[in-house]
Nanobody
Framework: QVQLVESGGGLVQAGGSLRLSCAAS????????MGWYRQAPGKQRELVARILIGGSTNYADSVWGRFTISSDNAKNTVYLQMNSLKPEDTAVYYCNADLWLRIGERKSTYWGQGTQVTVSS
């Protein structure tokens, strides 16, 4: 019912930039938070950045100062501006949303299909 669609991944050189987008669609009553996680080969999926409905954000220590998360609440869309990319940023990036489908229902978590980010050295 709810779909998260990521875009913006690709191949860049170290020091370059990418901007990821994720649009949530479906019968969404309200979104509590949206964020980005990433998973590199052989590693656990980890939080990259998250933005709450009130606008507060949190970042992984490894990306602080380089990545910026933002959102367009009217479009249920979250963005991740990634600057000064490093080879260690290479991973599949997954969009995440915590949301309510309807009033009175428990909050649910949804995931996008992932978009590949590859940073060459």
């Amino acid at each position: 019912q709810v779909q998260l669609v990521e875009s913006g991944g690709g191949l860049v050189q170290a020091g370059g930039s990418l901007r990821l987008s994720c649009a949530a669609s479906g019968s969404i009553f309200s979104i509590n938070a949206m964020g980005w996680y990433r998973q590199a080969p052989g590693k656990q999926r980890e939080l990259v950045a998250r933005i709450l409905i009130g606008g507060s954000t949190n970042y992984a220590d490894s990306v602080w100062g380089r990545f910026t998360i933002s959102s367009d609440n009217a479009k249920n869309t979250v963005y991740l501006q990634m600057n000064s990319l490093k080879p260690e940023d290479t991973a599949v990036y997954y969009c995440n949303a915590d949301l309510w489908l309807r009033i009175g229902e428990r909050k649910s978590t949804y995931w996008g299909q992932g978009t590949q980010v590859t940073v060459s050295s």
